[in-house]
Nanobody, 126 residues
Framework: QVQLVESGGGSVQPGGSLRLSCAAS????????VGWFRQAPGKKREGVSC????????YYSASVKGRFTISGDNAANTVYLQMDNLKPEDTAVYYC???????????????????WGQGTQVTVSS
């Protein structure tokens, strides 16, 4: 069964950090383009970070660049999103997603993904 499971969300004060995990089962994550997305209430879903299979490079949206870091652990079949210096505007449900092919470079931030996790809530508030 192909599945993605996110974890690591929670509540944190502004300036704090969280690390989200995206664990894959039923397929090998390293062979896919992986993206992290978020959706806040009343707002459209946005891509915040992705790792392209075609080049292996990380990409970030302007709103999180310099604060978020995407990484992976092949042995654990898991991709992480380290989020530092969190701001109230980072509050959202965060999702990871994968797509097998046809995505190149920074297009991974806006591509159509095939498999999605269930999401994990991140709340940044004082």
């Amino acid at each position: 069964q192909v599945q993605l499971v996110e974890s690591g969300g929670g509540s944190v004060q502004p300036g704090g950090s969280l690390r989200l995990s995206c664990a894959a089962s039923g397929f090998t994550l390293n062979y896919y383009t992986v993206g992290w997305f978020r959706q806040a209430p009343g707002k459209k879903r946005e891509g915040v970070s992705c790792r392209g299979y075609s080049d292996g490079r990380p990409y970030y949206s302007a709103s999180v660049k310099g604060r978020f870091t995407i990484s992976g652990d092949n042995a654990a079949n898991t991709v992480y999103l380290q989020m530092d210096n969190l701001k109230p505007e980072d509050t959202a449900v965060y999702y990871c997603a994968t797509v097998y092919s046809g995505v190149y470079g920074s297009a991974c931030l806006t591509a159509k993904y095939e498999t999605w996790g269930q999401g994990t809530q991140v709340t940044v508030s004082s």
